[in-house]
Structure formats: C-alpha cells, structure tokens
C-alpha cells in the first residue's frame, strides 16, 4: 500500500515537473537549479497533500464539534496565511536554501576529514528488513529532539520572543501549527537539518515521517473538544493536551515556570521529565501581552515579524548588560 501511494506520488512528481517547473527554469535561464527544483516540487506536493487531508479531517471537528465558539473568525486568517506559506513551501524551502551551503560545507569538511556520520542501521543491522520498526525508531528519535527544541525555545527569553508569536493566538485552531516566527522557523530547519545528517533519515522514511508529524501537529491545535480518553491523551499528544501547553494561565507550580506539555508527538517526554500537566476542562488560549504593540501584533504578519526581530534584540542586548552570573 505504502508502496503504491510513493509510486503515484513519484510519478506525479515527474510529471510536473517535466510539464511546468523544468521548462520554467530553462524559460528564464536557472538550469542549474534543476535539481533543486526537482526536490521543491516533492517539498510543495507533500505540503499540499498533508493541508487536504488536514483541513478534510479537522475542519469539520471544529465546526461540529467545537472547543471554543467565536462570533469572529477574524483572528484565524494570519494563521492561514503562514501555513500557506508553510505547507505550500515558501518558508521551508527558503530555509532549505539558506542552509543548503553551509551543510554542503559541513559534509564535505566531515568527508575530508575522515569523519563518515553513522546512520541508525550502523549500529543495528537488523533494523534493514524491518522498516517499520526503523520508521518508528526514527520518529521517536525526532520526536524527542522536538522535545528539547520547543522546552528550550520557552526556556531562553531571546527565543520565547519568537516563539511567543506562535503563543499570542487567542482563536486557536489546526491552522495555528504555522503560525511561527520566520526566525524560529529558520532554527527549527537547522536543528532538523544537524539531526538528520547524524541519525540520517533514509529517503524513503521522508515522506512518512513529515506528513506524520505534521498531521499530529494540526490535529493537536485543533479547536474542538475531541479528546483520546483518559489513557489515550497520555500516549499520543492530543487537541487536549496541547491546548494545555497554549493555556492563558499557567499552572501555579514553579515546575511550570516556563510551561507545560512541550511534546509534539508523545506525552512520554513530559512525563519522564516532569513537565506534564493536564486537566479535563478546555482552558482559553493565548499570552498575557506586555505592551500595546504586542497586543496589536496578535493578527497582523508583519508587525509579528517585526515585534519578533524587536523582542529577540532586546532580549540579546539586555543579557549582556548582565552580570555574568545572570
Ligand atoms: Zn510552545
Ligand atoms: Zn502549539
């Protein structure tokens, strides 16, 4: 089955790019990019994929089966615009770009110098015939540096001012997964892109593993009252759980200082390092704003981008007036 789905999506891949980007390119004279734009058309059709069977899905959860009713749906557009950006492959493949040198860089260099990175398959042979068992592997690995990435990017100020952007919504819903800084995105990409070149991802994992993730990751922001049941929401992160992670309030326990739920896919990284939290009622999203420019920002792309970029110098300026202890 699986196999079959790759085919047609192989196939679908040729086709247009032999139809329409390939001739584009050599129309206005980037042959060189070929390749480049081989892999694009692959990036843009997994995007667009993964937003169909997202919006089929978890559209009709959110008008049937809301968490929140809004009289306004004003607020959700600025979250469509950045996962159009996002799934359609502007931001990601902007990122690709800018980070492709230095890792073409960092390959070669590891090259010559001897240094050959080892792929999980080194390290367990038999994980060759069993590719499901790989595939989970992977996805836990991945899942875990996720972990760590979202704890740190609330744990460091100069990070939470980007990543409170993706915090500021208060009309939460499966589009709101995009909405980040265009910054954070950039780290996000680079901290993939370190990971991938030490477990290496193997092609043919790709594309599961992207579209697994990121359904969960819309499904999570979901707007409705759709739960996995009482066991259920501790094994895989749900609409619940996630809504935790985006309450207004805080929990008030100092092991919540910078806040709750930080897993993308499994709970379990929460529970073994003690940032869970988890209540049966829905709580209201969002962040409690510090200035009248961040609340004005809330639905507006570009003023986000540019009180992200304010934020993230005050906060680097501000740490070096510091003591050293501090
Ligand atoms: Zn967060
Ligand atoms: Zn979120």
Redesign the pocket.
């Given at each position: 089955m699986m196999q079959l789905l790759t085919d047609y999506f192989v196939a679908l891949q040729g086709w247009l790019f032999d139809t329409l980007v390939q001739p584009l390119l050599f129309a206005f004279g980037l042959a060189s990019y070929v390749e480049m734009g081989f892999d694009g058309v692959e990036f843009v059709l997994l995007g667009s994929i993964e937003l169909a069977i997202a919006y089929a899905l978890m559209r009709p959860l959110e008008a049937l089966w809301p968490a929140e009713q809004w009289k306004q749906r004003q607020a959700v557009r600025v979250d469509v615009l950045y996962t159009l950006l996002n799934r359609l492959g502007l931001v990601p493949l902007t990122v690709f770009a800018l980070l492709a040198p230095i890792f073409m860089e960092l390959e070669s260099w590891l090259r010559f110098n001897n240094i050959i990175p080892r792929q999980l398959e080194d390290w367990l042979p038999g994980l060759d015939y069993h590719p499901l068992v790989s595939f989970l592997i992977y996805l836990v690995i991945l899942d875990f540096a996720e972990y760590w990435r979202?704890r740190l990017?609330?744990t460091f100020g100069w990070w939470w001012a980007l990543?409170g952007i993706?915090?500021s919504q208060r009309q939460m819903s499966f589009w709101t997964d995009s909405r980040n800084h265009l910054v954070d995105d950039l780290i996000a990409g680079l901290w993939f892109a370190c990971l991938s070149l030490f477990i290496g991802v193997p092609p043919g994992h790709f594309i599961g593993l992207l579209i697994a993730l990121r359904l969960v990751e819309n499904l999570s922001h979901t707007n409705t009252r759709l739960t996995f049941g009482g066991i259920g929401d501790y094994l895989l992160v749900g609409p619940r759980y996630h809504r935790w992670?985006?309450a207004l309030e805080l929990p008030a326990d100092p092991r919540f200082r910078y806040?709750c739920n930080?897993a993308i896919l499994f709970p379990v990284w929460d529970i073994l390092f003690d940032t869970l939290y988890l209540k049966e009622y829905l709580p209201p999203t969002g962040i409690h704003e510090g200035s009248a420019e961040e609340v004005a920002a809330r639905d507006n792309f570009w003023a986000q981008q540019k009180l992200g970029l304010v934020l993230l110098w005050k906060a680097l300026s501000s740490r070096k007036k510091q003591s050293p202890s501090g």
């Amino acid at each position: 089955m699986m196999q079959l789905l790759t085919d047609y999506f192989v196939a679908l891949q040729g086709w247009l790019f032999d139809t329409l980007v390939q001739p584009l390119l050599f129309a206005f004279g980037l042959a060189s990019y070929v390749e480049m734009g081989f892999d694009g058309v692959e990036f843009v059709l997994l995007g667009s994929i993964e937003l169909a069977i997202a919006y089929a899905l978890m559209r009709p959860l959110e008008a049937l089966w809301p968490a929140e009713q809004w009289k306004q749906r004003q607020a959700v557009r600025v979250d469509v615009l950045y996962t159009l950006l996002n799934r359609l492959g502007l931001v990601p493949l902007t990122v690709f770009a800018l980070l492709a040198p230095i890792f073409m860089e960092l390959e070669s260099w590891l090259r010559f110098n001897n240094i050959i990175p080892r792929q999980l398959e080194d390290w367990l042979p038999g994980l060759d015939y069993h590719p499901l068992v790989s595939f989970l592997i992977y996805l836990v690995i991945l899942d875990f540096a996720e972990y760590w990435r979202h704890r740190l990017s609330h744990t460091f100020g100069w990070w939470w001012a980007l990543h409170g952007i993706h915090h500021s919504q208060r009309q939460m819903s499966f589009w709101t997964d995009s909405r980040n800084h265009l910054v954070d995105d950039l780290i996000a990409g680079l901290w993939f892109a370190c990971l991938s070149l030490f477990i290496g991802v193997p092609p043919g994992h790709f594309i599961g593993l992207l579209i697994a993730l990121r359904l969960v990751e819309n499904l999570s922001h979901t707007n409705t009252r759709l739960t996995f049941g009482g066991i259920g929401d501790y094994l895989l992160v749900g609409p619940r759980y996630h809504r935790w992670h985006h309450a207004l309030e805080l929990p008030a326990d100092p092991r919540f200082r910078y806040g709750c739920n930080f897993a993308i896919l499994f709970p379990v990284w929460d529970i073994l390092f003690d940032t869970l939290y988890l209540k049966e009622y829905l709580p209201p999203t969002g962040i409690h704003e510090g200035s009248a420019e961040e609340v004005a920002a809330r639905d507006n792309f570009w003023a986000q981008q540019k009180l992200g970029l304010v934020l993230l110098w005050k906060a680097l300026s501000s740490r070096k007036k510091q003591s050293p202890s501090g």
